[in-house]
């Protein structure tokens, strides 16, 4: 039934009134993997991931959970996921381990309940803290507590919108660590929105790159990043004409150009060219000063496909801003 496949999603669209802010996207999330979903501030992350989850109904297409109809079976698609949401979500006045116990029983988990819940408690470092009230923990620790709380019922799927928004940068290594270790520990699905570039970079097996409503790439990191060409290797050299001569027709060389003070050549691995062109250089008595490599990131990745940066401001936020005046003085 499952044939490996846990989220398969179908032209989905989601309209608020006149806006489209899922546009038809389809994707697969396998059985087992950690899946990103990356893009700027209302790309339409929030949408789809509530569409998944059953808290907001599709305009049009399909999602089936490891084989169920989302639309159709709702209760049993529910019992199949954990979600962790993009807003804070948790009762301050209670301690962390009563979150917990009160989560547990509203998905009915009865056999072994304290156990479970003194596990993931653990899983996600909270020990110490787990018999305070929730007001007195950080940012960080509210985070882990909710993450831990989205996997108390051992769901099938983790939805992770947004996981470590606005924690610092350790913290979110912490985070991004026990993401790992659930999805290690129990095989569990992991899906997450996110978008910081190297969040989607250190965690996900698969990335789909959504702007406006709509997927734009899809793939491994690695696959995306090789999308753009390759590596761009910059060399320093003196004569320089003579060694594009040299090395032009090498076929590790997919563009050669020339630069200010050398060569500007574009390779799959910019690492075999380096030798090859230093070692051609050499016998010919041509002096190299400097070689770098640049790998694309998948920040470069994003700008070649939308012509902006993950980070700009949306569209609808500076129409706004700038109807209201902006800061233009
Ligand atoms: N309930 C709603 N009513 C009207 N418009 C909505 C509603 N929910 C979302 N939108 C709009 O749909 C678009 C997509 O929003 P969504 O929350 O899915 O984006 P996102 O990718 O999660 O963004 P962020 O990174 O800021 O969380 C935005 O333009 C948003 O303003
Ligand atoms: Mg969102």
């Not at 789909?208 to 290797?233: C, F, H, M, P, W």
């Not at 008595?285 to 990131?297: E, G, L, M, Q």
């Amino acid at each position: 039934m499952s044939d490996g496949i846990a989220i398969e999603v179908k032209k989905l669209v989601k309209k608020f009134g006149s806006l489209t802010a899922v546009n038809g996207i389809s994707f697969n999330v396998r059985e087992g993997e950690i899946f990103g979903f990356l893009g700027p501030n209302g790309a339409g992350k929030t949408t789809t991931i509530s569409m998944i989850t059953t808290i907001l109904s599709p305009t049009s297409g399909s999602i089936k959970i490891y084989g169920t109809d989302v639309a159709h079976e709702k209760d049993a698609a529910r019992q199949l996921i954990g979600i962790v949401f993009q807003e804070p979500s948790l009762d301050d006045e209670l301690t962390g381990w009563e979150n917990l116990d009160f989560h547990a029983r509203l998905y009915g988990v009865k056999k072994d309940k304290n156990k479970i819940i003194a596990s993931v408690i653990k899983l996600v470092g909270l020990e110490q803290a787990a018999k305070r009230q929730v007001k007195t923990y950080s940012g960080g620790m509210k985070r882990r507590l909710e993450i831990a709380r989205g996997f108390i019922h051992k769901p099938k799927i983790l939805f992770l919108d947004e996981p470590t928004l606005g924690l610092d940068p350790q913290t979110r290594r912490k985070i991004w660590d026990y993401i790992k270790e659930i999805n290690k520990r129990d095989g569990t699905t992991i899906m997450l929105t996110t978008h910081y570039l190297e969040e989607a970079d250190a965690l996900c097996s698969r990335i789909a790159i959504i702007d406006n409503g709509k997927i734009i790439r899809s793939g491994t990191s690695e696959e995306l990043k090789r999308s753009l060409g390759g590596d761009v290797v910059r060399i320093g050299v003196d004569k320089k004409k003579q060694l594009f001569g040299l090395v032009k027709r090498n076929k590790l060389i997919k563009k050669i150009k020339e630069s200010n003070d050398g060569l500007e050549i574009t390779a799959t691995d910019g690492t075999k060219v380096i030798p090859i062109v230093a070692k051609i250089a050499d016998s010919h008595k041509i002096n190299i000063s400097y070689a770098t490599i640049k790998r694309p990131s998948l920040e470069d990745v994003f700008i070649r496909l939308t012509g902006k940066s993950i980070r700009d401001e949306t569209p609808a936020v500076s129409a706004r801003f700038r109807a209201m005046g902006g800061m233009r003085r």
